[in-house]
């Protein structure tokens, strides 16, 4: 079981950016991916990107956009999600999580939790 805290959101203007950061503790790191999710007031949690221990993303949310990008920094135990170009429909709480080595965007598979960053995207 890992522990996971979410930092870096906030109020962002549409077309604005953002970065999030979500710190990661605990034993056995490299067993474990971390997903990020988002969900909107009245509407279920998606997945938007999960990263490996070796740095390889998946890209649910616009992929074809390029909208959002995920990386880590393991020596800093630390996930990043990049947002770019916001806009008022990406307003939710965003989420990290960890499930064991395989990639998913199913909230539900996910074992360890963080508590949630608020972003809003308004102007």
């Known amino acids: 079981q890992l522990t996971l805290v979410e930092t870096g959101g906030g109020l962002v203007q549409p077309g604005g950016s953002l970065r999030l950061s979500c710190v990661i503790s605990g034993s056995s790191i490299e067993d474990y991916v971390i997903g990020w999710f988002r969900q909107a007031p009245g509407k279920e949690r998606e997945g938007v990107t999960c990263?490996?221990?070796?740095?390889?993303?998946?890209i649910y949310l616009d992929p074809e956009k390029g909208r959002f990008t995920v990386s880590r920094d393991n020596t800093k135990k630390t996930v990043y999600l990049q947002m770019n170009n916001l806009n008022p429909s990406d307003t939710a709480v965003y989420y990290c999580?960890?499930?064991?080595?395989?990639?998913?965007?199913?909230?539900?598979?996910?074992?360890?939790w963080g508590q949630g960053t608020q972003v809003t995207v308004s102007g």
């Open positions: 990263i490996r221990y070796s740095g390889i993303p998946s």
């Open positions: 999580a960890a499930r064991p080595n395989v990639c998913s965007r199913t909230p539900q598979l996910f074992t360890s």
